[in-house]
């Protein structure tokens, strides 16, 4: 069952918090990243909305995949036939058949009757024809934080593989609906509407992973600072979280791994999206924050360095399992 926060429990608790901030440490401000390799991964950032500063997406593969899933999920969630979106959208029924299976890859002036004959919003169908015009004119697509995270979270859906490292919060994927109003609203305040909508886009996300039948591989490694700063928070949700990290990691094919030791800033977060054996995912994909932006990087060089990064961090961790925090208090001193 999913744990469902009152409105009025949700104002208790951030009293609460807000008390304990007056007399206790502040969690981590994570704007100290270096732009070239650095970033967190989608702890929070999923439920953050335009900005001004841009994120780069890759300018071939990426972006056809992105446009190309947006219209098969988008046409089977409206229940529509590819006949009946072709025939809206003026175009032949082969032709639309070809953009959802990968053959060919629609051009910018026809994404916008496309996004609508799917059900996408204007707004997806702006990010549409963004990553359209990257592919046409051959330079990387400047993006928002929003357009990624709609990369990201069909990633999650069609990816056979996938690793996601934060050092100091609970990937988004992983976490109660108390720990996203509770940690992750403290790691960056907002209003009551634009934290729900983070929630809803967070559990949408989460309820499509569980429902995958194709057994995707999933590694997830939390810095055990975000651990004790939630036992610092409320021990109740400590214990709540961490039951609901090993009832994760008993599913088949998720890791669950815990970093004891210091990271450096630039190696705090990143996420590593792979193929696998899934003839429906995209080119491999590394993603990674800052404050004000972040990156899709599709570069296999680049991506070979984040591999790499990825096997040392979970080679040194411990299994989710087998991990003992009872010695934190000694360990804080």
């Not at 335009?50 to 046409?75: C, Q, V, Y």
């Amino acid at each position: 069952m999913r744990n469902v926060v009152s409105q009025a429990e949700r104002g208790n608790r951030g009293m609460e918090i807000s008390a304990l901030i007056l007399r206790g440490p502040f969690l981590p401000q994570r704007f100290s990243h270096l732009r070239i390799c650095c970033g967190l991964c989608d702890s929070d950032s999923s439920q953050r909305g335009p900005t001004d500063s841009g994120a780069g997406m890759g300018k071939t593969e990426s972006g056809i995949w992105f446009n190309r899933m947006m219209l098969k999920t988008g046409r089977l969630a409206t229940g529509k036939t590819q006949r009946q979106v072709a025939e809206e959208a003026l175009l032949s029924k082969d032709t639309y058949r070809d953009y959802e299976a990968g053959r060919t890859s629609p051009p910018a002036k026809n994404i916008k009757a496309l996004a609508k004959a799917c059900g996408h919003s204007e707004e997806k169908a702006e990010y549409m024809v963004k990553a359209a015009l990257g592919r046409e004119g051959g330079q990387a697509l400047e993006a928002e934080m929003r357009f990624n995270a709609l990369y990201i979270s069909l990633a999650e859906r069609f990816y056979g593989f996938f690793f996601k490292f934060d050092a100091l919060l609970v990937p988004g994927l992983l976490q109660l609906q108390e720990y996203h109003y509770t940690v992750a609203r403290l790691a960056e305040p907002g209003t009551d509407e634009w934290v729900d909508r983070g929630w809803e886009f967070k559990d949408e996300r989460q309820q499509a992973v569980e429902a995958r039948t194709d057994r995707p591989t999933l590694q997830f490694l939390i810095g055990e600072t975000a651990l004790l700063q939630l036992r610092m928070i409320s021990d109740e949700l400590y214990q709540d979280q961490m039951q609901h990290l090993k009832r994760w990691a008993r599913k088949p094919g998720v890791f669950i791994r815990v970093s004891r030791g210091p990271v450096p800033a630039h190696q705090s977060g990143f996420s590593l999206y792979l193929p696998a054996e899934s003839h429906l995912a995209g080119p491999p994909i590394a993603y990674t924050e800052i404050a004000d932006s972040s990156w899709l990087i599709d570069d296999p060089t680049r991506i070979a360095g984040y591999d790499e990064l990825r096997k040392m961090l979970w080679k040194k961790a411990i299994r989710i399992e087998v991990y003992n925090d009872d010695d934190w208090r000694y360990r804080l001193a």
